[in-house]
């Protein structure tokens, strides 16, 4: 008993290069897998020449006959991020920073009289290399 039906060529062909398109090796493995499967090759056979688990070629399967190819895609693109504000806040932070004024003065510096009295302690400015203030 087959998991996917047969698929034809060109359609195994759209599937690996959709794969591909996504960047993602473990995405491309999926496509790759179901490819295989509608090409009529048995799931360990599979899994031997993606080197996943077999379990995993059952599950990407099962997830392309359930929810097409789209389920294929992974869906964890914002793993270990903090999840994104709703756009009401969005908006509402635009609105607040719009009215803000536009010219910010920046952190806050040493007055320029401190430099200045640095400088001025040192005698000579130093040379940058000495082998030529030797024959100077």
Known sequence: MH???RIDRAQRRDLVRTGDKTGD???L???YAVALLGAGKSSPTVAD??????STVVRAARACLAGGVEALYDKRLRNGRPPRPP???SRAFEQRTASSPSRWPGPPRAPPSCARSWRSS??????RCRR????S
């Open 122 to 127: 040192r005698s000579s400015p130093r040379p």
């Open 3 to 5: 998991i996917v039906p």
């Open 132 to 135: 030529w203030s030797a024959r």
């Open 29 to 31: 493995k999926r496509f």
């Open 87 to 89: 756009d009401r806040c």
């Open 49 to 54: 020449l993606v080197c996943v688990a077999a």
């Open 25 to 27: 090796v473990a995405t």
